[in-house]
């Protein structure tokens, strides 16, 4: 046995550190080319505040910990006040999911999985569509609940309590969704499998739940959080989405029998009741879809303890799913973005300016760059007559021209457009 590990846990280590240098490669492309959405600009804002003891932002015109109970991201701020540039989260939020591989490799040993079929679920998790949104669709606290998930259920399994704890409340303080989830895991714990650990969980939970409530009341500020209905939102998305969570892990998940599958009910009942966005938010590539991968990729160890042959699929499947079914660059016919250095060297100019500065709603990709600098400010109302640039560069002949510094043509957002084209107006 330990000759088998010691010929497969290296591969997966090795395979972490290829998705991790890949997706930090990919998310310089699209921060250089201003791709980058608000949210990476607010976190950046938020814990280069956190040196105030505030943790307010430009990017949502008030203090983070009012919109969301992320308490947990002030660990991160004396990091980015050491290297301050949105780099660095980009950096930490890709080693995280990185990581989760690995200690979900770990807890699949832990429940007996073989080292072959652990490291092969590792990389399947690495594959999955939703892990590699985590790291490319934007900055999220949610890019860190598969790895406390992971290590939460480590720990769990060998009934360590003060670790199993210690982890539930850094997980407990990420967002305040995490706070129904674990309620509802400690709950079910407490029924079905260890009395004392699962009433621990409960209380928790129940405690930082009451907590955030009070400190909301006290500020009378509300959470940012979704609506609600009774009606789904999009059944047939959450459909597919469920589709292409299961397939890289070759179906593993359903073999644990659908009692258990019933535990991951309000994972799937947040994504499918929520509404209304402006955006999908079944979609792949999507934050709110951590929790659901997390249970999903849990779930597919301990399936693999029952049907220990879906190991082989998962890595094929995976593949497949990445390749034709994925939200990043990393689908067939797509291409990293061109990079404007003008249009980048000028929101550089931003960020490095001591003076107060209004960013243009329609240029969060600039606000994403910028947002260190804590005097710089996104716009609170939407710009007029904003230009939606297209979502990917499907251009392969430009992007191979860019990489000889060749001359580009218009540009809108890293994509060549044509002349009838509008392209957004540089800032500033």
């Not at 430009?58 to 990091?79: I, K």
Request: net charge positive.
């Amino acid at each position: 046995m330990r000759a088998a590990r010691f010929r497969t846990e290296p591969l997966l280590l090795c395979v972490a550190a290829v998705f991790a240098a890949i997706y930090l490669a990919l998310d310089l492309n699209k921060l250089f080319a201003l791709r980058y959405g608000a949210d990476l600009g607010t976190y950046a804002q938020t814990l280069m505040n956190l040196q105030h003891g505030s943790s307010w932002n430009f990017g949502e015109w008030r203090p983070h910990f009012q919109v969301h109970d992320a308490w947990v991201l002030s660990l991160l701020a004396p990091v980015l006040w050491f290297f301050p540039s949105v780099e660095t989260l980009l950096l930490v939020q890709v080693v995280a999911v990185a990581c989760a591989a690995l200690v979900l490799a770990a807890f699949a040993r832990e429940l007996g999985v073989s080292a072959r079929a652990a490291t092969l679920l590792g990389v399947a998790f690495l594959l999955a569509p939703s892990a590699q949104g985590l790291v490319y669709d934007n900055f999220s606290e949610n890019a860190f609940v598969p790895l406390l998930a992971f290590s939460a259920a480590l720990f769990a399994h060998r009934r360590a309590l003060i670790p199993t704890l210690l982890i539930a409340q850094l997980l407990l303080g990420l967002k305040e969704d995490e706070i129904l989830f674990v309620a509802w895991f400690g709950a079910a714990c407490t029924f079905f499998w260890d009395r004392r650990l699962g009433m621990w969980l409960f209380a928790i939970a129940v405690f930082n739940g009451g907590a955030y409530i009070l400190y909301e009341g006290l500020v009378r500020a509300r959470p940012h959080d979704p609506g609600y209905t009774l009606v789904p939102h999009d059944p047939l998305g959450v459909v597919w989405l469920l589709l292409f969570v299961a397939i890289p892990f070759a179906f593993a998940p359903i073999a644990v029998g659908w009692k258990r599958l019933l535990l991951g009910v309000p994972l799937v009942a947040e994504i499918l009741f929520m509404a209304p966005w402006t955006y999908e938010p079944s979609r792949l590539g999507s934050h709110y879809t951590a929790p659901l991968l997390a249970g999903a990729a849990v779930a597919a160890a301990a399936g693999l303890t029952r049907m220990p042959k879906l190991a082989s699929w998962m890595v094929p499947l995976g593949i497949v799913a990445t390749l034709f079914f994925n939200d990043t660059v990393v689908h067939v016919g797509r291409w990293p973005y061109l990079v404007d250095w003008g249009a980048y060297d000028r929101a550089i100019a931003v960020r490095q300016r001591d003076a107060a500065q209004t960013i243009p709603r329609d240029q969060e990709g600039v606000w994403a760059v910028a947002a260190v600098n804590t005097r710089v400010r996104l716009a609170q109302t939407p710009a007029p007559n904003a230009v939606f640039c297209p979502a990917y560069n499907r251009d392969a002949r430009s992007f191979f021209a860019s990489l000889r510094a060749a001359q580009m043509p218009r540009l809108c957002g890293g994509v060549i457009v044509s002349e009838s084209v509008p392209t957004p107006k540089p800032y500033p």
